[in-house]
């Protein structure tokens, strides 16, 4: 039976300028803090209903900060 | 309007304040990518830079060694001494601190709180017209959703929208050929935020004025120069950036009769059609001051130049987006600039996303059908902000 490979979200804490266009896109993947920076939630590990959230918050970060990795 | 002589070329002699620029900069761009992607003009005190591929406005962005934020607007002359506004005015190691204070009020949790209050005025103003059948759309409406918005949270009135904006204008449009203007528009805000923290006094509130005036460096509140240097950059930061991005969306979706039925008939569309308005009207254009020698693309440049940092231009890069020039309202991948790259990134961006949404959502529940009004004159305003000033437009009430 073929497993899925699961996926996490990361954000780079040095990259991130506080766009905030992971959160709008993926609000249960990410959340906010108080100076308005990104971080994933949890784990970051990303259910398979929000893979396409996840690849879209990849793919609309300004700063590529967002990174999407195979968990071990 | 200055008399200027005509540009005799873009590459060697561009103007960002000429007449086919402010009407229609993209193919001015599109020409430039292509022939020659850093151009240059001695229009402007110790020559200006103008870079418009995307890759070379995010590597300058990014290089805050050799470029400088103290001058951030390309002036014919420029403005002496540098008046600063920070954080936009700030290179590290001073931009962080004078930065961080303001973050919590911009968060997503602080804008949401204005969302309600935003959507009210947006019904309000449409009420004020539409029985009418028509409207100036950038007048009547976009002009007055920021002005109402930001004058609120700083504390200020918000029935002074005009004087606001008139400042505005001094110093952004007036202001880059004519540095007296300058000079009045800094001195009326000066005065006017001084009377705003003396009428404060000590007493405490929820305000943004209040807010700053209780911040303390080292247990020291802030000199009352950089304080009031914060305040005026909100103001005029907070303004005619999005009333003109919600003018250009609306004279988008004006000319654009698909775009707009289709936007209507799934609002879903929403979410990715304000980053697409952003990215292709995006209308702040910012500016560095060379302080190092640096090599950008090849092309050399001097301490004392300037560089036009568009990032409006930056967002019309094919290389970077595939059909830049056509506006495709679904877009999935979108890493725009319309609110900078790098430690400069918008404090307001929350903010201006959160009322360019709003203002277009409530326009077209009431107003699904619009168009320009026949034989009416569309325009824009020059220089370092670009949205339409007179935009009138006809609906069936």
């Known amino acids: ?72 | 309007m200055t008399e200027r002589r005509p540009v005799s070329d873009w590459a060697t002699d561009w103007d960002h304040t000429d007449p086919a620029w402010i009407e229609n900069p993209f193919p001015i761009w599109d020409d430039l990518r292509k022939r020659c992607p850093i151009a240059h003009s001695e229009r402007f005190e110790d020559g200006a830079h103008f870079p418009s591929r995307y890759a070379d406005v995010r590597e300058i962005a990014y290089d805050t060694e050799h470029f400088s934020s103290r001058r951030v607007i390309v002036r014919q002359k420029k403005f002496n001494p540098v008046m600063p506004s920070p954080p936009i005015t700030s290179d590290p190691p001073e931009h962080r601190p004078a930065r961080m204070p303001l973050l919590p009020a911009f968060n997503p949790k602080a804008i949401e709180n204005l969302t309600p209050g935003t959507r009210a005025l947006c019904n309000r103003l449409i009420d004020g017209f539409l029985a009418k059948g028509k409207c100036d759309a950038a007048i009547d409406y976009a002009q007055h959703i920021p002005t109402r918005v930001i004058a609120n949270l700083l504390g200020m009135d918000e029935e002074d929208g005009d004087r606001y904006r008139r400042w505005i204008k001094m110093a952004l449009e007036e202001g880059i050929h004519d540095n007296d203007k300058v000079m009045q528009s800094l001195k009326e805000m000066t005065l006017y935020f001084g009377e705003e923290l003396k009428k404060r006094g000590s007493t405490p509130g929820d305000d943004l004025i209040s807010f700053m005036r209780d911040q303390r460096v080292d247990g020291q509140p802030l000199p009352t120069d950089r304080l009031i240097g914060t305040l005026r950059l909100l103001l005029i930061a907070g303004i005619d950036t999005t009333w003109s991005a919600i003018g250009a969306s609306l004279w988008h979706l004006a000319t654009h009769d698909d775009d707009r039925r289709r936007l209507v008939a799934d609002p879903s569309l929403m979410d990715t059609a304000v980053e697409e308005f952003l990215r292709a009207y995006a209308p702040v254009t910012m500016a560095r001051e060379v302080v190092k020698d640096v090599k950008i693309n090849g092309c050399p440049m001097k301490p004392g130049s300037m560089v036009l940092l568009s990032f409006p231009a930056a967002n019309r890069d094919p290389e970077m987006f595939p059909d830049a020039d056509k506006v495709v309202i679904d877009r999935k991948e979108n890493r725009h600039a319309a609110f900078g790259l790098g430690i400069h990134r918008c404090v307001g961006s929350n903010l201006a996303r959160m009322e360019l949404r709003v203002a277009l959502e409530e326009w077209l529940k009431r107003i699904p059908e619009f168009r320009l009004e026949p034989r009416a004159r569309v325009t824009w305003s020059e220089g370092t902000v670009r949205g339409p000033r007179q935009l009138p437009v006809v609906f069936s009430a």
């Open chain 1, 1 to 72: 039976m073929a497993e899925r490979i699961s996926l996490k979200v990361h954000v780079e804490a040095e990259r991130c300028q506080g766009h905030n266009r992971c959160y709008s896109i993926a609000p249960e993947l990410f959340e906010i803090d108080e100076l308005g920076n990104s971080r994933a939630r949890g784990d970051g590990t990303v259910p398979a209903a929000l893979e396409e959230k996840a690849r879209l918050a990849v793919m609309n970060c300004p700063e590529h900060a967002v990174r999407l990795t195979q968990k071990a």
